[in-house]
């Protein structure tokens, strides 16, 4: 990565996107937006009451994520979101064409202690198998990279940081 680029912190619940996401960001030197804060407060009630949202509700968070992509082109910036399907990520990079995926990929069991034991999150662990049925891995033809979620933050920070500074946009 020679320029500053939006880099969009991906992966199912659990995966860590709201731990790795402000690491990573302070290891590049750029901001970081916390995804789930750009959800409408329906979102979160559907969610909380363990409804997974439909593409009609993700539409207007991913535009407001995109939004804020756009709005740090050119001078880099790290957002987390789910980001599950090829359709979101379309959608992000309508919005921010420059933007590069942080796939944060673990086994599920794994993923699944780590929900269990965190607390104050909206996200309850009954949605993760329809986050897992939904998810679609980055194409080759996606700028992004993938790292798995084993190991402490600063292991897989530092671990996404290495592999972000490797990674060559795709034309």
Do not use: C
């Not at 104050?120 to 979620?149: I, K, N, W, Y």
């Amino acid at each position: 990565m020679s320029t500053p680029q939006v880099i969009v912190v991906m992966g199912v619940a659990g995966t860590g996107k709201t731990t790795i996401g402000p690491l990573v960001a302070a290891a590049l030197g750029v901001p970081y937006a916390e995804g789930d804060d750009f959800h409408p407060p329906a979102n979160i009630a559907k969610m909380s009451a363990g409804i997974p949202l439909d593409d009609a509700d993700r539409w207007p968070w991913l535009d407001a994520l995109g939004a804020w992509a756009h709005d740090r082109t050119g001078h880099g910036g790290v957002v987390s979101s789910s980001a599950l399907k090829r359709a979101y990520r379309d959608r992000l990079r309508a919005a921010a064409p420059g933007i590069a995926f942080l796939h944060l990929t673990g086994d599920r069991a794994l993923v699944e202690s780590r929900m269990t034991g965190r607390t104050g999150h909206f996200m309850p662990t009954a949605l993760l198998d329809s986050q897992f049925a939904t998810l679609e891995p980055l194409g080759a033809d996606e700028a992004g990279v993938e790292v798995d979620v084993s190991g402490t933050p600063e292991q897989i920070a530092d671990r996404a940081v290495a592999a972000l500074r490797h990674l060559e946009p795709v034309a």
